[in-house]
Every structure is written in structure tokens, then in C-alpha cells.
């Protein structure tokens, strides 16, 4: 009886795969371009000029008449064609904002004026952009430079330098530090796994390849260490020497993600990368956790012995 149970009738499929040769170029495009058909592109640049006849009339030198998408306009890919004999680019592309406004535009052409319409792609497009990099890399410095500098000077708590007895803060530097080296080392390694996430994103870390979930794991964790580290500042220090600790912070786990996926793109962020972890869990483990509290005014101790705070001998 437990052997006939377990035997299980084939389905009959012959037809489950039959599919029109539309639908398999479809597929075929899908796989190495990662849209097709019906999907949302939000209009990023100024203008998109797009021509209303079809694109053999164009490669022919034939006179087409034209029209514009503006910025913001949401897009969608109405049809794809293949154009061999274009010298330019053989992939045109035709979206439609209306049933009015439709018309062809070389894929070449289309994809640095268009990002995928969803918040998350949106998102990655800003955070990748070069010159966007490269300011915010100049002022984050400055910014936070000014910030640690002001911090010293005030001699403030600040994360690895002079650090509160929390783990959490330590914690989340090196977690941005360690996503910025993962985000630069996919762009690099696996650039067309990461293209595909850029069209087709998600938050869930269990529906993408092992890479991209480690990613993401390291995003979540940022997101849970930034409010548990702020509860904990907040115990461990006043209104005002919260508010300074958290500027310096930010300010730290700014630099960490400009400096690790800069230098990442250069092989320099993976040594790098090591030499922070050793130096941030040393000056932390070392100086900064303390296990013990005074037993007169309350204070975290490093150790036993006369408190600093009041001058009690704990034993």
C-alpha cells in the first residue's frame, strides 16, 4: 500500500508550453534586455524625442514626423522590433504615454532618458548616478569632518573615538561599511544580475540569488541597528549629547559608505574593509564596552576599581 501511494499519474502538458513566436521573441528579449512588453518607464530627462512612423522608413532616410515625451511622463512599451540594416542601434523600442502620444525611439537612445516607474529603481538610479557620487562624496567629507572635528573639540562622544558603553552604534558603521563593498562588488562581478534587480527590484532578501540576498540582509540590518542604536544613545546620553552623538554618527556612516564603494571599484575596499573591522571591534572591545557599574552614582565602569565619576572604590 505505501509503494502504490506513492505513484502519481503524469499530467498530460503537451500544449502547456506552446507558446507564438511573438511570445518566445518576447522571452528571448526579456532575458537579455530584463523588460518587454507593457512595462513602465518614468521619463527622467528633460525630452524624449520619438518619431511616429515606423523605424524602416527611418533607416531608409525617408522625412518622418516626430514628437516629444517630457519629463515625469510615465511610459509603456507597446512594441519592440529589430532593425539589422540600422547602423546606429538595431533595437527600437515603441512607448506610449496615450493613445495620442506613441511613437519609436532607438533603445540606445531611450534607456539613459527612462528609469523603471517604481520607487526602489528610482532610488538605486540616484544613488548611481557619477556626478551625484562624486559631490556628495566632497561634501559628505567636508560635512562630516567639520561635524567630528566640532565633536573633538567639545570632547562629545563619538563612535570609535570617544564611544558610549553600546554596541549598536559600532554595529551599524560597520554594517554600511560592509553593504557599500557589497553594493560596488555585484555592480562589478555580476553586473547583468544586478541590472535584472534594477528592472524587477523587491526587499524580500529570499526571492533573489544568494549575492543580491546578502545585500539586501545587510539593508535590513542597517534599518533595524539605526533604531535600536538610537534608543540606546538615547539612554546612555542627555537630549543635547544625543543629538551631537547622532550627528556624528551619521556623519561616520556617511564616509563609510563613500569611501568603501569608491575604493571597492578599485580592489582597495576589501583590505580595507578588513583593517576597519579589526580597528572599530579592538577600540571598542578595548576602550570602549564596560561591564560594570558603580555601585555609589550608577556609572558604566571598564573596570573595577576607583570610579572616575565620584571616587568610589568598587571591588
Known sequence: ???????????????????????????????????????????????????????????????????????????????????????????????????????????????????????????????????????????????????????????????????IPSFYPTLLALSVAAAAVFYSTIQMADPDSWRHYYYHPTLNPFAVPLHLGLFLFTVWAMVLLTAAAFDDIRRHLSTTESILYCLGLIGVCAVNYVVFSISTLYYIGYPLLVAYFILALYHYFRKSRKNYICGQCGQYLHAKGVCPHCGAVNI
Open 1 to 163: 500500500m505505501l509503494l502504490t501511494s506513492c505513484y502519481r499519474q503524469d499530467v498530460s502538458t503537451s500544449d502547456a508550453w506552446t507558446v507564438t513566436e511573438q511570445q518566445m521573441d518576447s522571452i528571448s528579449f526579456y532575458t537579455t534586455h530584463h523588460y518587454t512588453y507593457n512595462y513602465n518607464f518614468l521619463v527622467r530627462s528633460d525630452s524624449l524625442l520619438l518619431v511616429r512612423q515606423q523605424p524602416s522608413e527611418v533607416v531608409s532616410g525617408m522625412l518622418v514626423d516626430t514628437l516629444f515625451v517630457h519629463g515625469g511622463d510615465v511610459v509603456v512599451v507597446a512594441d519592440i522590433t529589430t532593425m539589422p540594416a540600422d547602423t546606429i542601434d538595431s533595437v527600437w523600442v515603441q512607448i506610449a504615454r496615450d493613445q495620442q502620444t506613441i511613437g519609436w525611439v532607438r533603445e540606445s537612445q531611450m534607456l539613459p532618458s527612462v528609469s523603471p516607474d517604481n520607487p526602489i529603481s528610482q532610488f538605486i538610479d540616484k544613488f548611481s548616478d557619477q556626478h551625484l557620487l562624486i559631490i556628495m562624496a566632497f561634501v559628505t567629507l567636508v560635512a562630516a569632518l567639520y561635524v567630528i572635528r566640532s565633536l573633538f573639540r567639545r570632547n562629545a562622544k563619538i563612535v570609535h573615538f570617544n564611544d
